[in-house]
């Protein structure tokens, strides 16, 4: 039985770098212990620098594009014997290129990990948050989501997939006290981008906001949303990746 903590519990896939890792970061430096989850070794690293904060970090080595990799994380979090304060679905890849050419191998674990690990991560946890009348999901999404995305296909449809089941969960759970915020970051890269993305989407989240385009390029653009999502496509190049 894990040693018990009065502070409030988020879990966080993809939490071994980029905006997850921020992510994460956001949750320690506002009183949460953390589970973090991701696939490769970067994941003790975090592990180790998310510790010096002072808050428990659970960290949590699976292969979330098979539902075998979910269900043992959702494992441990029972393992825990604490209430998920916070769920913040964040594991994501993308992969750029022209349809034809792409590899329906490498597409079809996007699709597991983007769309599958994310609904079948809420649909464990959320009854748990119901039964409680308490928690804050935050999906991260992306503004590749929004519109048809050439080139980079079955990503961009990933990204309009966890939308949508974001926007129609808060629906359904209005009144319930749990929340749900989709994260559209247009940011690229990580350090500072990643981590003004991730405070953007921490406080919505914690506000229970229904959207938010984090960041200040995300903000600056959003008005010209289909000429920046047709850009952002064509540049990918053919093989790019984590996204
Ligand atoms: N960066 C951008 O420009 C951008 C823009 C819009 C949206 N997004 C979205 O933001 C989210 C995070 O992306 P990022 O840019 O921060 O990329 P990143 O630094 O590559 O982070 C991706 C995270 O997902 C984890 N992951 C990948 N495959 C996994 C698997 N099979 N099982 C478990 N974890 C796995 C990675 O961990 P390991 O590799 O250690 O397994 C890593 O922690 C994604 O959903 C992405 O679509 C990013």
Redesign the pocket.
Known sequence: MATVSNRKLAVV??????????LAEQCVKNGFDVMI???????ET?RQRLETSGAQVYAVL?????PE?VERLYQRIVDTGRHVDALLL?????LGGAFLDTPLDREL?MI???CG?TVHLAKRVLSDMVAMHSGRVLI?????GTAPTPFQAI?GA??AF?YSFGEALREELEGTGVTVTT????????GD??SQ?AEDGFQAMLAGKASVFAGSFANGVKGALPEVVSEYAHETKPGA???
Do not use: F, M, P, W
């Open positions: 896939t993809g939490a071994s770098s980029g905006i997850g890792y921020a989850c991701a696939d490769s070794e970067r994941l975090a699976e292969d979330l594009s098979t990799g964040n594991a994501g890849v993308g674990r597991a990990l983007n690990h991260t999404g992306s503004i590749a990503y990933t990204k966890v994260l559209e970051d247009a940011q690229r890269g990580s981008a990643a993305v990746s984590k996204r």
